[in-house]
């Protein structure tokens, strides 16, 4: 699969995972749309090396599921950095 339909990928899967993620997240749907095309990337990247996932087909079930996991893994870490951020101040 190309780095565009990883792009593509991604933002379809951050949008998907910031309405899974229960709560308020800092930062906008730009960041939450970077931050899980950072999250497809990293879950197909996991699955592969981890699971030896195919993660060649697009459409493929487990290419779709490694995205979402990770844009949610990278959402829950924003979500809990930004907020300790915004604790302390």
């Given amino acids: 699969m190309s780095i565009i339909a990883w792009l593509v990928l ?14 308020r997240q800092g ?18 990247w996991l ?17 779709w599921l490694l995205a979402i996991g990770g844009a949610l893994i990278v959402l829950l870490i924003y979500g809990l950095l930004t907020n300790r951020r915004g604790s302390r101040a």
């Fill in 10 to 23: 991604g933002l379809i899967a951050g949008a998907i995972a910031k309405l899974i993620l229960p709560g």
């Fill in 47 to 63: 699955g592969s090396v981890l699971f030896n996932a195919n993660i060649e087909e697009f459409w493929s079930i487990s290419t």
């Fill in 27 to 44: 930062g906008g749907i730009i960041v939450t749309l970077l931050l899980g095309v950072v999250g497809a990337l990293l879950g197909g």
